[in-house]
């Protein structure tokens, strides 16, 4: 982080707290919470955030500070040395006004949006509150705005599973699902897969929670639990919306599950998420949810599973021999190559060592003997996925961290937690 924009926060924070009360008079008081220090501080905490590309900012009363995180691709990291911690009611309060919370509940928590900025600059936040033995946290999930939608081919497919997913996407019906847990870009994926689909021929309707982009010539539905429109009836209209292509945000329950799968077994081509680890995983999930087998087999187009790892820094990555324990879990995966890259830290990466986040992908299709198996409740499924070439997470990485993507280290965390 550049020091003089540091400096201005921490100037801006130190204003803020001359303005307090030394009475002991409530810090969150609605003037307060109004002068200029505390809303300057609040925008430009979210301004910081938003320029370096953060998903979502974390504000945390500590013992003898208030903490601020940034999480920056997939990671979160402490800004500012942490700010006065006076400050963790007037702050609060602010953010509170801004979602057009009740700033004068703190025991319970709270949820609201702030549309942030203006025109093509906007960025929709979502505000999530928690009471905590220190006071209350508050979790800002930056959602869109400026940044843009992305290509399939920027996402970091490998040539085969490129060539894989975009036969998924050609064929006319079938449901194809995307697995993975949150924030391992499911729905940055499906979008990409979305827009390349977009034409006039088709009518291509979502259901989503939340929308999280703008997609011209597609009909959005956001899913509202307090009118009732929940996924579950979301995809049951579909049916009469006549729709050539569907997006279901998350397959959350028994029933999405099995209208989910009806749907693309009318000769419609379905895209959905689900949150399990593997690809594997997604099919004993569905059958878990009270799918009959004999119709998951019927309707399932294909299954990815995905997680986002860190690009090395191109300007200060370095080349190494991989060590002992790195070469024994290339080895499990059949890899013997030893020279690859790590992470080292330049300004221009802010010292991290990485610029940015790529996906590692596991494809299956839904072959014969796939279909066979899932009608079966699943048999053998690990064996056949093996058999059919399919290539695990682990080997996607690792391919990656050899052409110099990313790091050995970063494959390792993000699929199996460290090595």
């Known amino acids: 982080m550049a020091k003089t924009e540091e400096t201005a926060i921490r100037a801006l924070a130190e204003q803020a707290v001359r303005g307090l009360p030394q009475n002991g008079r409530d810090a969150a008081a609605l003037p307060l919470v109004k002068a200029a220090p505390v809303v300057a501080l609040a925008d430009k905490i979210i301004k910081r955030a938003i320029e370096r590309n953060a998903s979502d900012i974390h504000i945390e009363p500590m013992k003898e500070r208030l903490r601020v995180r940034y999480r920056i691709d997939g990671v979160l990291r402490d800004m500012y040395g942490g700010l006065p911690l006076r400050l963790k009611d007037v702050l609060l309060s602010r953010i509170k006004i801004m979602a057009k919370l009740d700033t004068t509940e703190r025991r319970l928590p709270q949820d609201g949006r702030i549309a942030f900025g203006e025109g093509d600059a906007a960025v929709d936040i979502r505000v999530s509150t928690m009471p905590v033995l220190l006071g209350e946290t508050a979790v800002l999930r930056l959602l869109s ?12 497919f490998s040539p085969e599973n490129r060539r894989i997913f975009a036969d998924w996407c050609r064929r006319p019906s079938g449901l194809i699902l995307n697995s993975g847990p949150v924030n391992s870009g499911k729905t940055t994926t499906l979008y990409a897969a979305l ?9 291509i309707v979502t259901i989503e929670d939340p929308v999280e982009y703008f997609l011209p010539g597609v009909n959005q539905i ?8 929940t996924f579950a009836r979301g995809v049951r209209s579909l049916m009469r919306q006549d729709f050539d292509v569907g997006m279901v945000g998350e397959i959350r329950d028994e029933e999405t599950a099995e209208i989910a799968v009806r749907a693309a077994m009318t000769g419609r081509l379905l895209f959905s998420t689900l949150h399990t680890g593997s690809v594997v995983g997604a099919i ?12 998951l087999a019927a309707s399932l187009l294909g299954i990815m ?15 190494y021999d991989a060590g002992e324990e790195e070469m024994r879990f290339l080895l499990a995966h059949g890899c013997e190559k030893r020279r690859f890259f790590r992470a080292r830290g330049c300004e221009k990466c802010h010292g991290t060592g990485y610029q940015g986040r790529m996906a590692l992908h596991e494809l299956l299709s839904v072959g014969s003997a796939v279909q066979r198996s899932i009608a079966k409740g699943g048999e ?21 961290a050899a052409a ?16």
Not at 147 to 156: A, C, M
Not at 195 to 203: A, G
């Open 404 to 419: 110099g993507h990313t790091s050995l280290a970063e494959v390792g965390r993000v699929v199996y937690g460290g090595f």
């Open 222 to 229: 956001q899913v509202n639990t307090e009118t009732k429109m």
């Open 284 to 295: 004993y999930r569905m059958l878990d949810m009270g799918v009959k087998p004999y119709l």
């Open 380 to 400: 053998d499924l690990e064996t056949l996925a093996k058999q059919a070439g399919m290539v695990s997470l682990a080997e996607d990485g690792i391919q990656k």
């Open 305 to 319: 599973a995905q997680r986002l790892v860190r690009r090395l820094c191109p300007d200060c990555r370095e080349a």
């Open 145 to 156: 705005g400026a940044r843009r939608l992305l290509h399939l081919d920027e996402l970091g």
């Open 195 to 203: 827009s390349e689909l977009n034409t006039t021929e088709k009518n």
